[in-house]
C-alpha cells in the first residue's frame, strides 16, 4: 500500500514538475501530495555530485527549521525540490543549501501554486547553468538574470563571443586570462580603476592600459553603455562551461578552454531547460 502511495506522490510530482497539461492535474495534485494548490512555491534543482539527499527513495518530504515544507525528487542527473515557502523569502532556502554545501544549485523564482511548478523548475534549470566551473554555489534567478539570458540560448550565446571577443581568444592563454580577469576586477569593483589596482595588486596606470587594450581588441568602448553591455553579456558567455546538450554542429569559441586556471573544466549540472 505504501509502495502505491509513493509511486502516486511520484508521478503527481513529476507531472506538475514537467508542466504537462492536464485539465484538473494542480487540484489531484494538491488532494495527493497534501500541499495548497494555490500559495508560495519555488523549485531548487540540484547538480549530480552535491552533498544533497541522493540517497533517500525518489520523493523525500523534510521540514527545515524555521518550518518550510521542502519535497525532493531524486532524478538520475539531478535533486529538485519544491519548496512551500508560506511567507518566507527566497533567501532563506538559498542559505540553508549553502550551509549545507548542496551545490551547485540554481532557485526559480516564486511562483503562484503548484500549476506552475513546471515553468519554476525550468527557471530553476536556467539558473544551474550559470553556476562557474567547480563550485559548489548555490544561485538565484533573480540574481542571474543576464547570465541566464546568455546561456538559455546557446547558439547566441557563442556567436556573441566569436563577434565580441574574437581577437581576444588570439592571444596567448596567459596573456587572454590577464585581459579578462583584469575586467572581472573592474567590473566587481563598479568601474572603479583605483578600486581594481588595489585588488590586482598593480599601479592604476597598468588598469588603465589594460581595460585600453581590450577595448581595442574588441572595439567596444567600456564608457559606452550599449557596447559595455555586448562586453558583460559576452564575459557570462565565454566564462561559463557550454551547456551539456551543446549540439555537435555548433562550435563554441576557439581559445576559451585556456581562460584562468587551465580552463573551466566540466561542471556537473542538471540538463539545459527545454
Not at 91 to 112: C, H, N, Q, Y
Not at 162 to 171: I, N, R
Not at 173 to 186: H, I, N, Q, S
Not at 243 to 261: E, L, S, T
Amino acid at each position: 500500500m505504501q509502495r502505491r502511495s509513493d509511486e502516486r506522490a511520484q508521478a503527481l510530482l513529476d507531472a506538475l514538475l514537467e508542466g504537462r497539461p492536464s485539465p484538473g492535474l494542480a487540484r489531484r495534485a494538491a488532494a495527493g501530495l497534501g500541499l495548497p494548490e494555490r500559495g508560495r512555491y519555488a523549485v531548487a534543482v540540484l547538480g549530480t555530485g552535491h552533498g544533497g539527499p541522493t540517497r533517500h527513495g525518489p520523493v523525500r518530504w523534510a521540514r527545515d527549521a524555521d518550518g518550510v515544507r521542502w519535497c525532493w525528487r531524486t532524478r538520475a542527473d539531478c535533486e529538485i525540490a519544491v519548496v512551500a515557502l508560506g511567507d518566507g523569502s527566497l533567501a532563506e532556502p538559498a542559505a540553508l543549501l549553502t550551509e549545507r554545501d548542496a551545490g551547485p544549485g540554481g532557485i526559480s523564482p516564486v511562483v503562484d501554486g503548484l500549476a506552475e511548478l513546471g515553468l519554476a523548475r525550468r527557471l530553476a534549470g536556467f539558473a544551474l547553468l550559470t553556476c562557474a566551473p567547480r563550485t559548489r554555489e548555490i544561485v538565484r534567478l533573480d540574481e542571474r538574470l543576464p547570465s541566464a539570458l546568455v546561456v538559455s540560448r546557446p547558439e547566441l550565446a557563442a556567436t556573441l563571443v566569436t563577434e565580441v571577443f574574437g581577437p581576444l581568444l588570439a592571444l596567448a592563454p596567459a596573456e587572454r586570462a590577464l585581459l579578462v580577469g583584469t575586467l572581472e576586477k573592474w567590473l566587481e569593483c563598479d568601474g572603479s580603476v583605483g578600486r581594481t589596482a588595489e585588488r590586482l595588486r598593480c599601479h592604476r596606470n597598468t588598469v588603465f592600459n589594460r581595460l585600453r587594450r581590450l577595448e581595442r581588441l574588441t572595439s567596444r568602448s567600456l564608457s559606452t553603455p550599449r557596447e559595455l553591455i555586448e562586453v558583460m553579456l559576452a564575459l557570462d558567455a565565454f566564462r561559463l562551461p557550454p551547456p551539456p546538450a551543446w549540439p555537435a554542429k555548433h562550435v563554441w569559441p576557439a581559445g576559451r578552454a585556456a581562460y584562468a586556471d587551465g580552463g573551466p573544466g566540466a561542471c556537473d549540472r542538471a540538463p539545459e531547460p527545454p
